[in-house]
């Protein structure tokens, strides 16, 4: 990647936690929203074990992500039907919203820095 653009790159970033900090987003951590985003993109169910395996990082780590996600009402638990030791996890109407003012960070600064990048040129 050539410096413009990992400048552009580093610039888009930076606007998205500018946005996220004006909405209160800046709560959650870096694994949080790795999270919370694989349970509300990616297709369930989703359990501690298989974010664990598919987020490589220890089950432990993801399981006191979800302590705290849970907390916020961002995400729910519920035991399993089939197996009661195995919790799933669901998505959440406030983790909805959350991510829906994410989403309009994520565009703001998109536009902000497609609108930098025709300024430039």
């Known amino acids: 990647m050539s410096q413009p653009q990992q400048q552009q790159a ?12 004006e909405q209160d987003l800046d709560e959650l951590s870096m694994r ?27 089950k432990a780590a993801v399981s006191r992500a979800i302590d705290s996600l849970s907390a916020k009402n961002l995400v729910k638990r519920e035991r399993s039907k089939h197996d009661k030791r195995c919790v799933i996890l669901h998505r959440t109407l406030s983790g909805m919203t959350c991510l829906g003012t994410l989403a309009d960070a994520i565009t703001k600064a998109s536009g902000e820095v497609k609108q930098g990048a025709t300024v430039a040129a």
Do not use: G
């Open 32 to 58: 949080q929203m790795a999270i919370l985003l694989k349970i509300y993109i990616d297709a369930p169910p989703h359990s501690v074990k298989t974010l664990s395996e598919q987020l490589n990082i220890p």
């Open 10 to 21: 580093l610039r888009f970033w930076k606007l998205v936690h500018e946005a996220c900090l």
